[in-house]
């Protein structure tokens, strides 16, 4: 299995970059077709709507995030923190001198075996 990074997510709304925008809307769109071949975590959910409704050139509107969340993120979306999610996240930040959000994303993908 795959995890998709908020980038890609991002990517895929990029006019800027059309070969990054066709790569990763073409890795959403497989993972959406092909359950089990990808996943996202809570985290990657939370970052994606907040950057689209304040970072992006055309800003998404709350019913675009609301559509985007039904019928993207949460189909994709197969991790949810816990306890031992944080406490794992706190040994990769220590071990790999990793940013905090950085070894959530590592620990989300760890737990659901992802390459």
């Known amino acids: 299995m795959q995890f998709l990074d908020t980038n890609i997510l991002v990517y895929s709304f990029d006019d800027s970059a059309p070969t990054k925008r066709t790569i990763a809307f073409q890795l959403i769109e497989t993972a959406l077709k092909t359950p089990g071949s990808a996943a996202i975590s809570s985290q990657v959910v939370q970052e994606f709507?907040?950057?689209?409704?304040?970072?992006?050139?055309?800003?998404?509107?709350?019913?675009?995030c609301a559509r985007y969340l039904n019928l993207v993120l949460l189909p994709l979306c197969q991790h949810y923190p816990n306890a031992l999610h944080y406490q794992r996240a706190l040994q990769f930040q220590a071990r790999y001198q990793l940013p905090w959000y950085d070894a959530l994303i590592v620990a989300s993908a760890a737990v659901l075996n992802c390459s």
């Open 49 to 64: 709507l907040n950057l689209a409704t304040r970072k992006f050139a055309a800003k998404m509107d709350a019913l675009a």
